[in-house]
T-cell receptor, first 113, second 113 residues
């Protein structure tokens, strides 16, 4: 069964703690993306990666970090430097560097108190 | 700043009617256009994409693109209560030397039984 998986579905953390969100895909897609969605707002791009071992900052990268050591995996770390980390985090992937359709994983809802 | 604009709604239509969702975009060079459906608490699901001017039909869904007017729309025929969701318009644009997907904030559709 091909697709994008994200884990966990819900995550609760105390302020000041780093947390890593998992994203795995078995679609053989080259490009992967992390977005953040807040109520009433559009999706905002955090980081993206076009190929293994390369990634670029998106529009709101401050307080986040990523790695792309394998084609299938693109984990996102939310650090304590991120001022408002509570949000719905969405991982997506697309074929190729200029890939067309973008597909989303089920998302991780992070709550930081 | 490349932008994608949508009316936030809610757009209410009776069951069986045609729902018309609209989206405008600012980047005249955009080539690819996407419609996603997002149920409350879930991730976006790709339902239609269109690259050429004109209409593209898929079952009850029709995407319409007018590049001269920088306008893309989604028609849902024979609307069902299960179509009630937020519909996100996305545009793929060349920004800062790479392709990025720019999302609108979505239109909430309510289909009344």
């Amino acid at each position: 069964d091909g697709g994008i998986t994200q884990s966990p579905k819900y995550l609760f953390r105390k302020e000041g703690q780093n947390v890593t969100l998992s994203c795995e895909q078995n679609l053989n897609h080259d490009a992967m993306y992390w977005y953040r969605q807040d109520p009433g707002q559009g999706l905002r791009l955090i980081y993206y990666s076009q190929i293994v071992n390369d990634f670029q900052k998106g529009d709101i990268a401050e307080g986040y970090s990523v790695s792309r050591e394998k084609k299938e995996s693109f984990p996102l770390t939310v650090t304590s430097a991120q001022k408002n980390p509570t949000a719905f985090y969405l991982c997506a992937s697309s074929i190729g560097r200029g890939g067309l359709e973008q597909y989303f994983g089920p998302g991780t809802r992070l709550t930081v108190t | 700043q490349k932008e994608v604009e949508q009316n936030s709604g809610p757009l209410s239509v009776p069951e069986g009617a045609i729902a018309s969702l609209n989206c405008t975009y600012s980047d005249r060079g955009s080539q690819s256009f996407f419609w996603y459906r997002q149920y409350s608490g879930k991730s976006p699901e790709l339902i239609m994409f269109i690259y050429s001017n004109g209409d593209k039909e898929d079952g009850r869904f029709t995407a319409q693109l007018n590049k001269a007017s920088q306008y893309v729309s989604l028609l849902i025929r024979d609307s069902q209560p299960s179509d009630s969701a937020t519909y996100l318009c996305a545009v793929k644009s060349f920004v800062g030397g790479t392709y990025k997907y720019i999302f609108g904030t979505g239109t909430r559709l309510k289909v009344l039984a």
